[in-house]
């Protein structure tokens, strides 16, 4: 019989135990060891069932149980301490808070809001899906341990994100299990009447959009989320939040409306009922939440926040705003029909009072090749933002390179996008064995090299048990009986060089590129002295069919019974999982197809806790590998090669490394069976590679370089000076059309010939025509360097040119300045003017540019080979 309603009966802890309930709520507990170890003394035998989660353990523990530890002076004094730490954790000064901070940058922000569509916290909080979410989790962890006040904002998916299974032929199946927000480690933000706060959208045809904010506290940050499955709502409305990525384009638009829009109304209730100061900076965390901008925009239009006119609002949420690029691909970027959008916004939907003409504006796709009738997420978020980052160093090249286009004349390089490469949550993914036997914070320099080993094997060991538990648990489900199962006792070896391979199910991943020699492979698992085993998993999207069916044959592989002891394809992927496979792992495989992997962080995990890494160059590993870490995998990335002949050689060079150099040098003891080698590049991983990849690096790289900059800019961008701005920006582009740049004279004591030597001057003269604006609307530049081919200047250098008198007759500035050749062989120069402004974040913030009109020869300057 179905029960008509549900809800949660909490236990009333007994006075000496109320703290629990305090320690519970902060979700501080999943990465502070003493304090879930305080919860697994609560009940030792349900502990593994509640899956770590203390909320559930308060849930279930008897009345019994309770009063005996109430009375438990032992206990009590855990409870005490526990209590008190959190308590100073909480309030005490932190890196933020100290000279150290302050050095990070002149003015730190009063506080910043952090936007993402998901947060991987812990599991017991399941509202991520993959590397994004991780991401943003490990972000409001380390800005807690670091004392830098961030607010989180995001969405509470009532179903999270889909639990895997598989069926007997190895397809993935989806569930989704309802989450009931009162068994979790929420709370309902409240008025101080009591009542819910709630946050509104005006939706087209009169329709509204609610939803309750429930907060989530992460050490010292608040976590946001907005739930639209609320009793205010229609049955249509309710659903905008039922899981994440979930629903078609209506659906996916309204889950970011109210992530951006009603995020940001979620933020200002915060504020206004807990005294916060509120935020200077605002962190779009990739597209999706990039309607946040919007919102501020209309927010800078009311009287009581400076009426500011659309434009001049515009300039003054762009100084406060970072985006965040996390897709190198424009196949990973939200779009939408710029009609779907249309209707939502104006007049009859949102926003009302902010024409809905100039918000399609913002997303419209100005680049070559971009479609006209599509509303771009990304292209919005970087308009909407004055500072934009990708989230490592090639990424950022790789973003700079796809959205040059939005800046039109500007070489990629100088497209005002930079990085900051990920980092990962030390406490969260360093397996406490690591730290307990000291290896972790660069302590591995000092561990003796059998200890070292011993460590290894114990990680090793426990993930082999873990296999097994969930390889049984797996066969369960797809039909298998208990009786045919023995075998999985005999699944895997706590002595074989073990290998580790788990993410997402994208085709750019390459899930089965290991299964391209299928013998070969089965060679390597099956060697009789230098055998490998791999443990795999991973997700594919709901409707990716094609991720599937990589699934499938992987899954189809692992079955064999000549393999299946060898290697193990494990379901549902989750934060819990990862935490016991990244240590248990001897090297991480990574083979994406380069350069589309972003930065990827789960090597980086792997790494904190001795594991060597197996990758192709792309994202963080292209930037920090070295041989001391572990190996990568050549790639065969040139367009001419096709895609299979490019499959079949990186596999071949993958089966390589695996046979030549990866097994050997874990087989190869030495006298004491220890093997001194891999040894040593673990003693490196841990000391040299695990203090880059942390998390800590990556928060005070924001703090320092997009997060203090940005509070400046906000400063200054008051009213007075966003209308300033504004205006000047309306002057320039009117009269840009009319810049021009007039022949260029060049002198270097020979003349104007076509050769000159190192270390010569070159004289630059030129005239610019600068129509209605003066000398101080603009810079005029010398760019100059060595030359390809096709006489375009590379890794050019720019020499400011100054003004060298009045403007003559026909309204043209003389400017003038000197190039000194610094370089050998084929060098060229040109001249530019680019629009300068106190206000501006960089040259290149319009997108505009006046060059000389022919691209080479006399107009352009000398070409001097």
Excluded at 149 to 159: A, D, F, K, N, T
Aim: charge should be negative; charged fraction near 25%; hydrophobic fraction near 40%.
């Amino acid at each position: 019989m179905k029960a008509i309603r549900r809800f949660s009966v909490r236990p009333v802890l007994p006075e000496p135990l109320r703290p629990l309930s305090e320690l519970a709520r902060n979700l501080r507990w999943s990465w502070h060891p003493e304090t879930r170890e305080l919860f697994r003394a609560v009940d030792p035998e349900a502990w593994p069932d509640t899956g770590g989660d203390p909320v559930r353990l308060l849930g279930g523990v008897s009345a019994a149980r309770l009063e005996s530890l109430a009375s438990d002076g032992a206990f009590l004094r855990r409870l005490t301490t526990a209590a008190d730490g959190l308590r100073e954790y909480l309030t005490g000064p932190r890196w933020y808070q100290t000279a150290a901070g302050a050095a990070a940058g002149d003015g730190l922000p009063s506080a910043v809001a952090y936007f993402s569509p998901e947060f991987g916290i812990t599991g017991a909080l399941p509202q991520y899906s993959g590397g994004l979410g991780i991401l943003a989790g490990d972000h409001l962890k380390t800005a807690s341990d670091l004392g830098v006040p961030l607010i989180g904002v995001g969405l509470l998916y009532r179903h999270g994100y889909f639990r895997q299974s598989l069926s007997r032929d190895g397809w993935q199946q989806e569930q989704y299990p309802l989450l009931d927000p009162d068994e979790l480690p929420l709370g309902l933000l409240r008025e101080p009447g009591g009542r819910p706060c709630r946050v509104a959208l005006a939706l087209p045809g009169g329709r509204t959009l609610h939803a309750v904010v429930r907060e989530a506290r992460v050490g010292r940050v608040p976590l946001l989320l907005l739930d639209s499955d609320t009793e205010e709502n229609e049955p249509r409305e309710r659903q905008v939040t039922d899981r994440l990525y979930g629903g078609g384009s209506e659906h996916r638009l309204l889950q970011e409306m109210l992530l951006g829009i009603g995020g940001v109304r979620a933020v200002r209730a915060y504020c206004r009922i807990t005294g916060h100061p509120g935020p200077e900076v605002f962190h779009t965390n990739e597209g999706h939440a990039g309607f946040l901008g919007l919102e501020r925009v209309r927010e800078l239009g009311e009287e009581e926040h400076g009426g500011l006119d659309f434009d001049a609002a515009l300039e003054a949420v762009r100084a406060g705003t970072v985006f965040t690029t996390h897709t190198p691909v424009p196949a990973g970027i939200d779009r939408f029909d710029r009609e779907l959008v249309a209707r939502h916004f104006g007049d009859d939907g949102e926003l009302s009072g902010v024409d809905a003409a100039r918000v399609l504006e913002l997303g419209r796709e100005t680049h070559p090749g971009g479609e006209p009738g599509v509303f771009n997420m990304a292209v919005m978020g970087l308009r909407l933002a004055q500072r934009a980052n990708g989230v490592s160093r090639l990424h950022g090249g790789v973003s700079r390179e796809m959205f040059a286009g939005l800046w039109p004349g500007f070489d990629a390089g100088e497209v005002p996008i930079t990085s900051v490469t990920n980092g990962v949550h030390g406490p969260t993914w360093t397996a406490p064995e690591v730290l307990r036997a000291g290896a972790g914070n660069g302590g591995a320099q000092t561990l003796p090299g059998d200890a070292l080993w011993a460590l290894r094997r114990t990680l090793r060991e426990r993930l082999v048990a873990e296999v097994r538990e969930r390889l049984y648990a797996s066969w369960r489900q797809r039909g298998a009986a208990a009786a045919e199962l023995g075998w999985i006792d005999g699944v895997l070896d706590p002595d074989v060089l073990t290998i580790g391979f788990a993410r997402r199910v994208p085709s750019y991943k390459r899930l089965t590129l290991m299964l391209r020699d299928r013998e070969r492979l089965t060679e390597l698992l099956l060697h009789p002295e230098r055998p490998v085993q791999i443990v795999v998993a991973g997700k594919a999207h709901p409707a990716d069919d094609s991720g599937k069916r990589l699934v499938q044959e992987l899954v189809r592989f692992a079955d064999d019974p000549r393999v299946r002891h060898r290697i193990v394809f494990l379901p549902d992927y989750g934060m819990a999982m990862a935490q016991q496979l990244y240590p248990g792992c001897d090297v991480w495989l990574n083979n994406p197809l380069r350069p589309l992997e972003a930065c990827g962080t789960s090597g980086m995990k792997a790494a904190l806790n001795g594991c060597l890494n197996l990758s192709v160059l792309d994202g963080w590993w292209d930037e920090w590998f070295e041989p001391d870490f572990g190996w990568a995998i050549p790639t065969a990335d040139d367009p001419a090669t096709g895609e299979d002949r490019r499959d079949d050689l990186e596999a071949h060079a993958l089966y390589e490394l695996l046979e030549q150099r990866v097994t050997p040098l874990f087989y190869d003891r030495g006298p004491d069976g220890l093997p001194d080698r891999w040894i040593g590049m673990v003693r490196r991983t841990l000391a040299d590679l695990g203090p880059k990849v942390l998390a800590g690096r990556m928060v005070e790289e924001y703090v320092r370089e997009l997060y203090t900059p940005a509070a400046r800019a906000h400063r200054r961008l008051g009213p007075d000076a966003a209308r300033e701005l504004a205006a000047w920006k309306a002057t320039v582009r009117a009269a840009w059309p009319r810049v021009s740049v007039g022949r260029v004279e060049a002198a270097t004591g020979g003349g104007n010939g076509g050769s000159a030597e190192l270390g010569s001057v070159l004289s630059l003269r030129v005239r610019v025509a600068l129509d209605r604006l003066v000398p101080e609307d603009v810079e005029v530049q010398a760019v100059a360097g060595r030359v390809d081919g096709e006489d375009r200047i590379t890794a050019g250098r720019t020499v400011p040119l100054k003004p060298a008198g009045a403007a003559d007759a026909e309204g043209r500035w003389p400017y003038e300045g000197e190039l000194t050749l610094e370089r050998t062989g084929s060098f060229g120069f040109t001249v530019r003017v680019l629009p300068s402004h106190r206000l501006l974040a960089s040259g290149a913030e319009l997108g505009l540019m006046a060059v000389p009109a022919e691209a080479t020869g006399e107009e352009a300057g000398v070409l001097l080979r």
